[in-house]
């Protein structure tokens, strides 16, 4: 049976947190920008929003949030959003850095280019926008590529965890088919 009433979490330390917002309750699900371990547990899923990873990770450690996160994580949907991606690959390059390993996939730091190579794309039929972006250069067999743009991965599924390359909440379509399949996967698994 698929629980309608759920609330979305977006990790709220550091990144494009606000955006999710609409799209969420567009989607009929209600938004909770989240930090602590209190508000970790009231959520039914989760979304890695984009910004910088290594400044996420660095807050997730400076406020000892580590395990706590990876347990909430073990348990409920997760979608990581271009640096949230990169914190959910088991395989992180240029440069490697820690990770929650979520999904067996290696993403490459920036591998679009920086700043000046960011562009505006279409995946899905929908407009998405690709800033610093990461590139999934390797998807495990059991990983669902959901989208592809010149034949290279950029939205992937495992089970209850997603990950996407581009940013979708930038876009005033509300919402995107991409909050909308997340919001769904986080009613058929509460």
């Given amino acids: 049976m698929m629980k309608e009433d759920v609330t979305i979490g977006v990790l709220a330390l550091q990144g494009a947190v606000e955006p999710h917002r609409a799209h969420v309750e567009a989607c009929g699900a209600r938004f909770a920008a989240v930090k602590t371990p209190e508000a970790f547990a009231q959520v039914d899923g989760f979304i890695l929003p984009g910004g910088e990873s290594t400044t996420m990770l660095k807050l997730i450690e400076n406020f000892d949030l580590w395990d706590v996160l990876a347990e909430q994580f073990r348990a409920k949907p997760v979608w990581g959003i271009c640096a949230g991606s990169i914190l959910m690959a088991r395989t992180v390059l240029n440069p490697a850095q820690k990770s929650f ?10 591998g679009y280019g920086r700043q000046l190579d960011s562009h505006y794309d279409l995946v899905d039929g929908y407009k998405v926008s690709f800033i610093r972006a990461p590139v999934i250069t390797e998807a495990g067999p059991d990983v669902e590529v959901l989208a592809r743009q010149d034949d290279v991965p950029v939205w992937v599924q495992k089970g209850h965890y997603m990950a996407s390359a581009f940013h979708p909440e930038l876009t005033q379509d509300y919402p995107s088919p991409m909050h909308r399949r997340f919001v769904d996967l986080v009613r058929k698994s509460a």
């Fill in 101 to 110: 390993d979520l999904l067996p996939i290696t993403i490459q730091r920036n």
